[in-house]
C-alpha cells in the first residue's frame, strides 16, 4: 500500500518574521511515483532524496518545523520545550527553542506531534551483504541442524522457480552458531534430506568469518585440501565449514550477483534501514567493482542523479579485492570524486588484522582458555601491516583496521602508532593532535584490549569503532574462551573509552548482518548491558554483565550519532542539529529519556528525514491517532 499523501512539515501553519514560511505545497503526486510494488510497504516514503532541490522546491526555499521537542546535542537545556528548526538546501540553518521567538512567530507556530532527535548512524555495517541477507535464509537462532534443514526447505518452497540451489545460483543463509548446534555442522548434515540433496549451498557463521558448504560445493574443490595460513579448513567431525582465509578456497567457485541484484541489495537494506531511524552508515569493507556502483547510485557519476532507493548516507572503507593488499590504482578516480556528493564518501580503507572470538579466530597475546592448543589466527603478519597503513595514510586514505583479539588490537596500534610517527614528521606537538586532525585511525571491533594498549589507544587517540550488541552476543561463551581476568579487564570495554567532552568519541555500530542494525537495540546493549534479544544477562538474570563498562543514556546516544560524524570527518555536519549540519532528523512519540530501558528493546520511530525530506513515516504512531 502506497503511503499517504502528508505536506512537507506535517501541514503546520506558517511562522511569521524573522522565520521564513513553511512550503505548504501538496507532494500527493511524489506519493504516486512510488517503487512499483518492489519491497514497497505501508510507511514507506517512495521518493528519492535529492542531492539538489528539486524544480518544486527552489534553492530559495526555507522551511520551518518545530516538535514538541529537539534534542540539538549541541546547545540542549535541561527540560526545555518546544524547538524549531529550519531548513535551507537540505541542511539545518536557523535551531532555536519556540520561547526564543518573538511574540508574533510564537503564536502563529504549529507544534507538530513528536520528538525530534538527530539523524542516527551506524558506524560500522555492511550495505550489500544486509539486502542479500535479507533476500536469503535467516538462521540466527537455529538450534540445530533439523532447525537448519526446516528454515532452508521454507525457504525453498517459497521459492520454488527461482533456480536457487543450482550452479548459477547458490542457497544461501546467515546466522548459524556452532556453539547453539552443539558441534561444527559438516557438509554430510546438508545431504540428509532429499529436498537439499545436491544442491549448492553456502551458509554464513553468525559472525561472517566461517562459511557451510554442501557437498556440490566440496566437489569443485581439491580433493587435497592444504592449511591456508590465515585460515582454517574444519576438518573434525568432517569437512564442510571454512574460515577466515580459508574461505577463499570456496569464494572463488561461488556466482557473484549480477549488478542489477546488488542494486536490489541496496534498495532492500536501506528501505529496511531507514525506519530504523537510521539516515547514515559507515560500509567496512567495499571492494573497487561494487564502490563505483555506489558512485553511480548516488549520483557521484553517470546521470549525476540519486537512485531513487539511495536513502542513505555511506562512508564506505575500500577493501581490495585482495584482502590486505595496497590497490590505489582501483582506487584513485575514486579518491579524487571525493567531497562531489553529500550522500557518499570514499576516504578510508579496511584492513583485517585476525578473526573472530566465537570461531577460535581472534588473535590472542596468551592461548584461549577453552582451546590451549591455538591462540587464534593472524591474517597478516605484522610488518605488512605496518607497512599498509603507512602506504594507505601516504596516499590520504583513512586506515580502518579489524582487530579483535588483544594480539591483533596491539599490532594495530603499533601499526598506527608507526605511521604516525613517520608521517607528522616535523613533530609540531603529540601525535594524538596529528591523529585527530589528519588521519583519525580506527580499530574496528576493538573487543579485547591488554591493559597497557587501552592506554595507548587514549594516549593516541585512536578512534575504538565498537558494536555494543557483541558483546551481549558472546557473553554467553566469553568467559569460556578468554577466561574470567581477561574478560573483566580487557572485554568489551565502552565506559572505558568514553570521555566525556573529549575526543575521540568512540564511533558505535551494529556490523550488521552479523547483528540486526536497529540502533536503539545497539543502545539498549550499551546502556544495560543485557542482550537486546531476550532481555536477560549471560546468567539469565537481570543483572548487566559487567556493568562498570555501561554507558549512560546520553553517551549512547552520542555514539550512534556524533561519534560516527567524527570518525568520518564529519563532526559538526552530522550528527547534531545545528545551523550549517545536514538536515537529518529521527522523530519519536515521546523524548528518548522517557521511554522505559525494555521500551527501547522493540522500539519504532515516528519518522525519518534525510537532507530534510521525509524518507520514513509510520502511520500507526500513537500521535497520528
Not at 77 to 104: E, M, Q, W, Y
Request: hydrophobic share 40%.
Amino acid at each position: 500500500m502506497a503511503p499517504e499523501s502528508r505536506p512537507r512539515g506535517g501541514g503546520g501553519q506558517p511562522l511569521a518574521s524573522p522565520w521564513s514560511p513553511i512550503g505548504v505545497a501538496s507532494i500527493a503526486a511524489a506519493g504516486a511515483v512510488a517503487l512499483a510494488g518492489l519491497y514497497l510497504r505501508e510507511g514507506e516514503m517512495p521518493w528519492p532524496v535529492p542531492t539538489s532541490p528539486s524544480a518544486s522546491t527552489p534553492a530559495s526555499t526555507i522551511e520551518t518545523y518545530c516538535y514538541e521537542s529537539v534534542t540539538t546535542l549541541v546547545n540542549d537545556r535541561p527540560g526545555s520545550g518546544p524547538h524549531c528548526f529550519s531548513i535551507k538546501d537540505g541542511r539545518f540553518t536557523n535551531v532555536a527553542p519556540l520561547d526564543s521567538l518573538d511574540a508574533d512567530a510564537a503564536a502563529s507556530a504549529s507544534i507538530l506531534k513528536g520528538h525530534a532527535i538527530p539523524g542516527l548512524w551506524d558506524g560500522h555495517g555492511h550495505l550489500i551483504p544486509y539486502g542479500e541477507y535479507l533476500a536469503s535464509v535467516d538462521l540466527f537462532g537455529s538450534s540445530d541442524d533439523t532447525d537448519v534443514h526446516h528454515r532452508l526447505h521454507t525457504y525453498l518452497e517459497s521459492h520454488p522457480n527461482d533456480g536457487v540451489g543450482g550452479p548459477d545460483k547458490w542457497l544461501r543463509g546467515f546466522g548459524w552458531d556452532q556453539m547453539l548446534m552443539g558441534e561444527m555442522p559438516t557438509a554430510d548434515l546438508l545431504d540428509k534430506s532429499d529436498e537439499l540433496k545436491g544442491l549448492y549451498v553456502m551458509l554464513d557463521r553468525v559472525d561472517g568469518h566461517c562459511i557451510w558448504v554442501s557437498n556440490a560445493v566440496l566437489d569443485l574443490l581439491p580433493d587435497d585440501l592444504l592449511d591456508v595460513p590465515g585460515g582454517e579448513i574444519v576438518r573434525e567431525p568432517g569437512l564442510g565449514v571454512f574460515c577466515d582465509n580459508a574461505m577463499n578456497l570456496v569464494m572463488t567457485h561461488y556466482p557473484k550477483p549480477s549488478k542489477a541484484t546488488k542494486m536490489e541489495y541496496i534498495r532492500l537494506a536501506m528501505r529496511e534501514m531507514r525506519t530504523m531511524g537510521l539516515v547514515g552508515m559507515h560500509d567496512a569493507g567495499v571492494v573497487p567493482e561494487d564502490l563505483h556502483l555506489y558512485q553511480e547510485l548516488a549520483g557521484v557519476s553517470g546521470s549525476g542523479h540519486v537512485d531513487e532507493g539511495w536513502t542513505m548516507r555511506v562512508y564506505a572503507m575500500v577493501e581490495c579485492l585482495e584482502r590486505n593488499t595496497f590497490c590505489p590504482d582501483d582506487v584513485s578516480v575514486l579518491r579524487q570524486q571525493e567531497g562531489r556528493s553529500d550522500f557518499l564518501s570514499i576516504r578510508s580503507v579496511k584492513l583485517f588484522a585476525d578473526g573472530a572470538l566465537g570461531s577460535w579466530g581472534s588473535a590472542m597475546i596468551d592461548p584461549y582458555s577453552d582451546r590451549p592448543d591455538t591462540s587464534g589466527s593472524l591474517l597478516v603478519n605484522a610488518s605488512t601491516l605496518t607497512q599498509l597503513t603507512h602506504d594507505w595514510a601516504s596516499a590520504g586514505f583513512q586506515v580502518n583496521i579489524h582487530a579483535i583479539g588483544d594480539l591483533a588490537n596491539r599490532y594495530a596500534i603499533n601499526a598506527f602508532e608507526a605511521a604516525l610517527v613517520e608521517l607528522c614528521q616535523p613533530p609540531a606537538g603529540p601525535l594524538a593532535d596529528c591523529q585527530r586532525d589528519r588521519f583519525r585511525f580506527r580499530i574496528e571491533h576493538a573487543q579485547i584490549i591488554d591493559l597497557h594498549d587501552q592506554a595507548r589507544i587514549h594516549a593516541l587517540g585512536i578512534v575504538p569503532s565498537i558494536q555494543p550488541t557483541h558483546a551481549t552476543s558472546d557473553m554467553a561463551y566469553a568467559a569460556k574462551r578468554l577466561g574470567p581476568e581477561r574478560t573483566r579487564d580487557e572485554a568489551y570495554r565502552m565506559r572505558s573509552f568514553f570521555r566525556d567532552g573529549l575526543l575521540p568519541p568512540p564511533v558505535l555500530g551494529s556490523d550488521f548482518p552479523i547483528e540486526p542494525p536497529d540502533p536503539f537495540q545497539g543502545i539498549y546493549a550499551a546502556v544495560a548491558r543485557r542482550s537486546p534479544h531476550t532481555g536477560l544477562s549471560a546468567n539469565g538474570t537481570k543483572e548487566p554483565w559487567y556493568p562498570d563498562e555501561a554507558l549512560s543514556l546520553h553517551q549512547a546516544l552520542v555514539g550512534f550519532t556524533q561519534g560516527p560524524a567524527y570518525g568520518a570527518f564529519l563532526e559538526g555536519r552530522a550528527g547534531e542539529i545545528q545551523p550549517g549540519a545536514l538536515a537529518d532528523w529521527v522523530v519519536l512519540d515521546r523524548p528518548l529519556a522517557e521511554y522505559d530501558l525494555e521500551e527501547l528493546r522493540s522500539m519504532k520511530v515516528k519518522e525519518t528525514w534525510v537532507g530534510g525530506t521525509q524518507v520514513y513515516h509510520r502511520h500507526d504512531s500513537p500521535a497520528d491517532l
